[in-house]
């Protein structure tokens, strides 16, 4: 589950924003001084760009590091000085498909959970509009998140963000509960506990999605009081694991619930007439709500960056953002499986920018000898990178996720229920 902590920040008068997320990347202009920021508020501003979204692994410290070798404070930057402009337009392409994709997921989710919230309505039937995804994908569109995405002012949105933050822990207790009252009630399928199966590669693919959290770490360092490495280090490390364990606890939860029958979106798990979970539903719909307009700055700052130089007039800010959110929302109209949706963003998206792109970058300025301890775990990095990438995306391709979107799960039939209804305590 791509859970969502999205926590806008008032930027120091050196940054130019053009990303703002659980993924937000800026763009600073050089500093010559440190920021502001003691080590917990830093390590605050790490955990709220990675809760929901996981693990910064090592390769964010060789960010910073190559950073500090060409002297760039932007991951832009960084990439464009490394390997010119092709290296950059690349990474471009690669920030406008992460949170791209990432939109049609998050109208995918919106689709499966609220028409499940709103079946449970008194006089809503199966023939009702409310009950078809496509409906409630276009009208949250039209009524919300499209005229929050016209917001030129990030900041517009910085209160919402708290609400996210609150959704994101009930929702965490929601599955806490039904992890100990539900499991029993699920049967058991074969080989659940098998700790690799052939197609683990595929689930590294949708961790990478939520792993992403490179874009705003030039941002984080430089607004320490002392910028350095060892104190990006105890950030990182803190930080990487308070999010790590709401990431296990969201997972394991849901997996030690439904073993097998385990969808991509954990909300299909959950029968229509669990009243906790509906209305785990709406706090999980409502989230990712107020968080697809942030997705949607992005997209339209990298497009604004590359072809517009950074800026956009009234008539393109308007025309660049109804296009990309008709065109994620068309997609998501007519393909609902989200699973192979995060599967593809992971390993065409994420993987690159978490694994390829860092290390790439710091071999290249690196002046260490080959066999130097950095030089060998980015190489070692690097390889597990375009592994992943390559036999990744070639398995998904193969063998893509089955979908069981809008059905009800084997152990929610009336042969099941009058143990549910008679078992479960009421809540």
């Not at 997972?251 to 969808?263: I, L, M």
């Not at 989200?338 to 994420?350: D, F, M, Q, T």
């Amino acid at each position: 589950m791509e859970q969502h902590a999205r926590r806008e920040r008032q930027l120091p008068s050196s940054a130019h924003q053009i990303e703002t997320d659980d993924r937000t990347a800026l763009v600073c202009k050089p500093r010559t001084k440190g920021g502001n920021s003691d080590l917990p508020s830093a390590g605050f501003n790490v955990i709220n760009s990675i809760i929901g979204s996981g693990i910064i692994d090592y390769s964010i410290i060789l960010l910073i590091k190559g950073g500090n070798l060409s002297g760039t404070n932007s991951y832009q930057e960084l990439v464009n000085k490394s390997y010119g402009f092709i290296g950059y337009l690349i990474l471009s392409i690669l920030q406008f498909l992460y949170p791209f994709i990432a939109m049609i997921s998050y109208n995918i989710i919106t689709g499966d959970t609220l028409t499940k919230v709103f079946q449970t309505i008194p006089g809503v039937g199966p023939d009702n509009l409310l009950t078809y995804r496509q409906v409630i994908i276009l009208c949250i569109t039209i009524i919300f998140t499209l005229p929050m995405s016209l917001y030129r002012d990030i900041a517009k949105l910085a209160k919402v963000s708290f609400i996210s933050l609150i959704l994101t822990t009930v929702i965490l207790i929601i599955v806490m509960i039904r992890a100990a009252t539900l499991s029993p009630l699920v049967p058991k399928t074969e080989n659940a506990w098998i700790f690799a199966k052939s197609n683990a590669i595929q689930a590294i693919g949708v961790m990478s999605f939520a792993f992403v959290c490179h874009h705003n770490s030039f941002l984080i360092y430089g607004s320490l009081e002392e910028p350095t490495l060892s104190n990006w280090s105890r950030i990182t490390h803190l930080s990487v694991s308070l999010a790590l364990f709401v990431s296990v606890v969201f997972a394991v939860c849901g997996y030690v619930t439904f073993t097998g029958y385990t969808e991509g979106d954990i909300f299909e798990n959950y029968c229509r007439d669990d009243d906790l979970a509906t209305f785990g539903r709406f706090c999980y719909g409502v989230t990712i709500i107020l968080t697809f307009p942030i997705e949607c700055f992005v997209t339209r700052e990298v497009i604004a960056n590359v072809f517009f130089s950074g800026t956009l007039t009234t008539i393109f800010h308007v025309a660049v953002t109804v296009i990309v959110v008709a065109v994620a929302t068309s997609i998501s109209l007519v393909y609902d499986c989200l699973g192979i949706v995060l599967e593809l963003n992971g390993i065409l998206s994420a993987t690159p920018l978490v694994f390829i792109i860092p290390t790439a970058c710091y071999l290249k300025l690196s002046e260490e000898r080959w066999n130097h301890s950095d030089n060998l775990i980015s190489g070692l990095i690097l390889t597990v990178g375009v592994l992943l990438m390559t036999v990744g995306f070639v398995m998904t391709i193969l063998h893509p996720q089955e979908c069981s979107h809008g059905k009800e799960m084997v152990y929610c039939f009336p042969n099941n229920a009058s143990l549910y209804n008679s078992t479960l305590p009421p809540f």
